[in-house]
């Protein structure tokens, strides 16, 4: 479903996925099956996103940005891709990879460059300026590690063990 208030230039857009109103897709990107492209969100050209992946309102992803298999991009997370940025200077743009599974919270924002871990969790309004390894938990201006999360969310300690759902995840 694509709402007829969005531009949706690309072709590679996965069976069931939504895109909601106003979002803007152009013509390189790549969506997977089973998105949710929630409100007003932009999508540049050279971006890939997997499958299931929710990317909710006022997110702009920006050529380099890969996001794999089952990741949350929360509302109003910022993505950049250019250390130096200058107008109408264009070169090849810093590469961001949210790996399979990781959660980015509300406001967050990701510094070109860095690889954000398997179901690793950054917290609401972070600034992301180093790369997050697997199950990490990350927060705060700059953000910094915190511990860990299962791939439930839950935290967990540094064996990755769940208390929660009980699951050894290494």
Not at 22 to 46: Q, R, S, T
Not at 51 to 57: A, E, L, M, P, Y
Not at 143 to 148: D, H
């Amino acid at each position: 479903m694509i709402h007829q208030s969005s531009e949706v230039q690309s072709e590679n857009i996965g069976e069931n996925t939504n895109i909601w109103q106003f979002c803007v897709v152009l013509k390189g990107a790549k969506i997977g099956k089973n998105c949710n492209i929630n409100f007003n969100v932009f999508v540049e050209n050279d971006v890939q996103i997997g499958d299931n992946v929710t990317i909710k309102s006022g997110v702009q992803i920006w050529d380099g940005v890969r996001i794999e298999d089952d990741a949350f991009i929360g509302p109003n997370v910022t993505f950049t891709n250019d250390f130096l940025p200058r107008s109408k200077q264009y070169k090849e743009f810093a590469k961001t990879t949210i790996k399979k599974g990781a959660s980015i919270g509300a406001n967050s924002t990701i510094i070109c460059g860095v690889n954000i871990g398997e179901y690793a969790m950054v917290g609401a309004g972070s600034v992301v300026t180093k790369n997050i390894g697997k199950q990490e938990l990350w927060y705060g201006n700059p953000a910094c590690f915190k511990g860990y999360v299962c791939k439930c969310g839950q935290k967990c300690d540094e064996s990755l063990v769940c208390k929660d759902c009980k699951k050894e995840e290494k």
